[in-house]
Nanobody
Framework: QVQLVESGGGLVQAGGSLRLSCAAS????????MAWFRQAPGKEREAVAV????????FYTNSAKGRFTISRDDGRKTVYLQMNSLNPEDTAIYYC?????????????????????WGQGTQVTVSA
């Protein structure tokens, strides 16, 4: 099993920034593909960003490109999501997820069913 714990969410005004963190334990972190998902009320959960095991390949949903940056620190067993230029449409619960089987090789993000491990989520609220 892998345990994932998110932190860093909160309330921010439009145009502001937040950095989310996800601390992992229970399995070698450098063997995991890591992702951030988000889910707003009444909407499906969607992938926001993915970073591969080697840390060199990153993928983003279109709405996040140019504003969000995913990164990882294998020594700390932590993945981050830096979110800049936030807008109210970014309001959601943000979840950290891990996949031990896949290396993403295309810009098409895989769905939540492909991720084996999930954190409890952290709320991000962006006010207009």
């Amino acid at each position: 099993q892998v345990q994932l714990v998110e932190s860093g969410g909160g309330l921010v005004q439009a145009g502001g920034s937040l950095r989310l963190s996800c601390a992992a334990s229970g399995r070698p972190f450098n063997r995991l593909m890591m992702a951030w998902f988000r889910q707003a009320p009444g909407k499906e959960r969607e992938a926001v960003a993915v970073i591969n095991r080697n840390g060199g390949d990153k993928f983003y949903t279109n709405s996040a490109k140019g504003r969000f940056t995913i990164s990882r620190d294998d020594g700390r067993k932590t993945v981050y999501l830096q979110m800049n230029s936030l807008n109210p449409e970014d309001t959601a619960i943000y979840y950290c997820a891990a996949n031990s089987r896949t290396i993403l090789t295309s810009p098409i993000l895989i769905g939540e069913a492909e991720y084996e491990y999930w954190g409890q989520g952290t709320q991000v609220t962006v006010s207009a």
